[in-house]
Structure formats: structure tokens, C-alpha cells
């Protein structure tokens, strides 16, 4: 009997999910396009780019959308049962009011973890090629993830020492490159070359017309000209000058993967630490909008679609500014990565749980 009443409550949730979570995503895409329709106009793109960018930001979308949906899945829900008249009549048959809750909860947490592998997995890799199409076919900004940069110098491994003119990780090319390499802190080989190229094959650097210079000791130094040096310096381009942080285009692997590059060359990592905390925490926010919608349809005991809607619209935005405002905070190391990451969602579970308690729920 318990089973058959969980089914029940648990599917009058995912409709309302659905339902919501296709609206939302439209409205959000929707905005999203007149706000970039100038350059669609301007650049006389045909309707496969423009397609295209719809369906690749589609992803990101669901993965911002879903906590919103799960809102108004739970306002609707419940506010269907109270409507009806099944809520009391839960109430007369012994079940307590956070029993008829908890089918719901279940609901929001496999909406959580299908928002989490969405986010790990699909998501970053659309909205990366959305942003490709729209900044460098749109916009003509071939750099916009700033790979190419003037006058670098990082560390390629023990003593090994790189400075570069020109690094340019889009054809994963040094331009003007010299390397110092030393031995037990004395320099023992200097390459100096007019250009550096990355071969995916052996992933090695090779250097092309250039002056090598060996040093021994208090001899004198012996130079010799090259057309191509393979060289033992076996560092990806990605690991060497990182590309801008877009943090809608990576999962929370890449994340940890780019702070260890940044634990590598001593980089400040504080938007990174704090991004990978928001990521690991967002399947949490769709319990948090389950246990707040459950207190409003219960502190409120009303009932009216269009009201819920607009509800759970207001509301899901404000949770999403207050992300917002946790991540800027975190960036700024004004509280720790930690926190900017789990408190809006323990923040509005608490809330929601005194809501609870009030409408005498729990």
C-alpha cells in the first residue's frame, strides 16, 4: 500500500517537471537570442548557424533550469493534492504530511543527478561550440578564449625554463623561443629558435631553425645551428599558458585538472577551487526548491497554476542570483570556496525546513 501511495504522489511530479523545464529552457534560450540578434542580423548568418546555436545551448540551459522546474513540479503537485481534496485525505488515512512529501524529494534527487550528469558530460561540450559559433563565425573573434599571447615565460619541467615572443595554443606554436635548461643549478643548454611546434604523435616539442648553445663547466661554450631539434620537452600546450576560464564549457574533471596545472606554476586558484565547489553542490539545489515549494503550497494553502508559475519563476531566479552572488564571493576569497559553493542550497533547505516546521509538516 505505502509503495502503490509513493508511486502516485511521485508521478504527478514529473509532468509539471517537464512541462516547466521545456518553458523555462525556451524562455531562457529566447532571451538569450534577442539579446545576441544584432550580430545573427549583421553577419547574414543562414538558418543552420542559427539553429545550431539553439541546439548547443540547449544543454546548458536544462542544467540552469532544472532546479526552477523542480519548483513548480512541487508547487503543482502539491497544490493539485490540496485542490482535490487528497491531501486530507492523506491526512484522515494516517499518513503524516512529510510521508506525502518525501515521494517528491525522491523525485527532485534523481532531477539533481540527471542535472549532474547533464552538466558533466553533454553541457560543457554544446556550450563551447555555441560560444565557437557565435564569437569567431559571428563576431570574427578568433581569440576569444585568449590562447594567443605576447612575451611569456613558464616552467616546462625540473630547470627547464621557456620564453616565448609569441604562444599561440590555437596551431600549438612558439614564435622567437628560447629555453634555458639547467643542471643542479648551473645552465648546461640553451635553444634559441624562430619557431616551436607541437607533434601530437611522439608529444614532443620540436624546434625549428635555431642556435643551440651547450655550456660545461668553465669551458667555453659550444654553439651549433640546427633546421629541426626534437626536443625532450614532452608538456602539452594546454599545460604550459591556460586558455580563459569559461566556466559554463567545463566539467568539474577539467576543473580539477586545471587546478593542478595552477598548483604547478604557483597561479592563484581562487575562481577555480570555488567553481569546482559550485558544480559538485548544483544537484543540491533541486532538494532545496523541493522542501521550499513544499512550505509555500503548505504555509499558503492555495492553489492557482498560474500563480505557482509565477512563483516558481520569481523564486528561481532570486536561488540563482544567490548563487551568483556566492560564486562572486568565492572568486573574491571573501569566504572560502566551500561555502560559496554549499551554502544557497543549505541556506534555502533551512529556510524551507522552519517553513515546514511552522505549517506543522515535521
Not at 189 to 205: D, H, I, K
Request: charged content about 20%.
Amino acid at each position: 500500500m505505502n509503495r502503490i501511495f509513493y508511486r502516485y504522489i511521485a508521478r504527478s511530479f514529473w509532468a509539471p517537471f517537464g512541462f516547466g523545464l521545456g518553458v523555462f529552457c525556451l524562455l531562457l534560450l529566447f532571451g538569450s537570442l534577442f539579446d545576441n540578434l544584432n550580430f545573427f542580423m549583421k553577419s547574414g548568418a543562414g538558418a543552420g548557424v542559427f539553429l545550431s546555436y539553439v541546439v548547443y545551448q540547449a544543454p546548458y540551459f536544462m542544467v540552469k533550469m532544472t532546479p526552477i522546474a523542480t519548483l513548480l513540479a512541487v508547487l503543482f503537485s502539491l497544490g493539485g493534492m490540496m485542490a482535490s481534496g487528497e491531501w486530507k485525505a492523506g491526512l484522515a488515512g494516517g499518513w503524516r504530511p512529510f510521508d506525502m512529501i518525501k515521494p517528491l524529494l525522491v523525485c527532485a534527487a534523481l532531477a539533481g543527478a540527471g542535472q549532474f550528469v547533464l552538466q558533466e558530460t553533454a553541457a560543457p561540450e554544446f556550450f563551447l561550440r555555441s560560444e565557437h559559433l557565435f564569437e569567431e563565425k559571428l563576431r570574427g573573434r578568433e581569440d576569444w578564449r585568449r590562447v594567443v599571447k605576447k612575451d611569456v615565460s613558464f616552467s616546462a619541467g625540473d630547470e627547464v625554463f621557456v620564453t616565448a615572443h609569441l604562444f599561440d595554443g590555437r596551431r600549438r606554436a612558439m614564435e622567437r623561443v628560447i629555453v634555458n635548461i639547467y643542471k643542479e643549478g648551473a645552465l648546461f643548454l640553451e635553444v634559441n629558435a624562430a619557431l616551436a611546434t607541437w607533434q601530437s604523435g611522439p608529444r614532443r616539442w620540436i624546434f625549428h631553425d635555431g642556435v643551440m648553445i651547450k655550456y660545461d663547466g668553465d669551458k667555453k661554450p659550444v654553439t651549433k645551428r640546427f633546421q629541426d631539434y626534437d626536443s625532450a620537452i614532452a608538456v602539452p600546450p594546454e599545460n604550459l599558458v591556460l586558455e580563459k576560464l569559461v566556466p559554463e564549457g567545463v566539467s568539474s574533471l577539467d576543473v580539477l585538472r586545471r587546478l593542478h596545472r595552477l598548483k604547478a606554476v604557483g597561479a592563484p586558484s581562487a575562481a577555480e577551487r570555488t567553481l569546482l565547489w559550485i558544480k559538485l553542490s548544483a544537484p543540491l539545489a533541486n532538494p532545496a526548491m523541493a522542501l521550499i515549494g513544499a512550505a509555500m503550497v503548505l504555509l499558503m494553502r492555495r492553489n492557482n497554476k498560474f500563480f505557482s508559475f509565477g512563483l516558481a519563476l520569481g523564486f528561481g531566479f532570486f536561488f540563482w542570483a544567490v548563487i551568483i552572488m556566492a560564486q562572486e564571493a568565492g572568486n573574491a576569497e571573501i569566504v572560502p570556496p566551500v561555502v560559496a559553493g554549499l551554502a544557497p542550497a543549505a541556506a534555502f533547505a533551512l529556510a524551507s525546513l522552519w517553513g515546514l516546521r511552522k505549517a506543522r509538516a515535521i
